[in-house]
């Protein structure tokens, strides 16, 4: 990667972070680009600094730890940073930070668009309803939560054409929405939480 591309990732940051949590953050992110996972040792900090910015990393839904089951949601992985522990980066979050290279922006919208492309088959997916889709979601959530049924109410406030189980299943696979433990059971409630990403829009 070249110096050029590193600065603009920076300055990207930097939008968004402090300039000294951005030069941290770029230098822990970079090498996570371009694995599916990585683990604690190949991070190259010194020790309490990754610490701190893994930790940060995780509160930003940059870096998930790796889990051996399957359907667990984000603020549901337990963080543990020491040898042998991996990591992954959400598809969305992956893509934006990718872009920021190039562009010296974070931005989700793009790369929103580019992920729902190539995993649809069929290519008759309308994007510009599930970005208006995605935007209600976001006014509508407290601190980037929400309870499952609003997207019932705003997918019938809009005609959304697309499948809402389907389209549901698309945004978690793609990393733009997570299943949240604050999920009851009992009072039969499920809550998602949005990729804070989603709120960097023209940084």
């Known amino acids: 990667m070249s110096k050029e591309n590193v600065q603009l990732l920076q300055s990207a940051l930097r939008s968004r972070f402090k300039a000294e949590e951005a030069q941290y953050l770029s230098l822990l992110l970079r090498p996570c680009l371009y694995v599916e996972t990585i683990d ?3 991070l190259d900090l010194p020790r309490e600094t990754k610490k701190e910015y893994i930790l940060m990393a995780f509160e930003e839904r940059l870096l998930i730890p790796v889990q051996d089951k399957e359907g ?31 562009t010296g922006r974070l931005d989700s919208e793009p790369a929103i668009k580019e992920l729902i492309a190539v995993n649809t088959v069929s290519g008759d997916r309308d994007f510009d309803q599930i970005n208006k889709f995605l935007q209600a979601l976001k006014s509508n959530s407290t601190q980037s939560k929400f309870e499952g049924g609003l997207m019932l109410a705003i997918s019938q406030s ?10 549901v299943e698309l945004l978690i696979l793609l990393g733009v929405i997570s299943p949240s433990k604050k999920s009851s059971m009992a009072k039969g409630l499920s809550w998602f939480e949005i990729n804070p990403c989603l709120y960097w829009d023209g940084s």
């Not at 603020?75 to 190039?102: F, I, N, Q």
């Open 72 to 102: 667990y949601g984000w603020d549901d992985c337990g963080l543990r940073m020491e040898d042998g522990e991996r990591y992954s980066m959400p598809r969305l979050s992956k893509v934006v930070l990718k872009t920021a290279l190039s």
């Open 158 to 167: 809009m005609d959304l054409k697309e499948d809402l189980h389907d389209l």
């Open 40 to 42: 604690y040792m190949e």
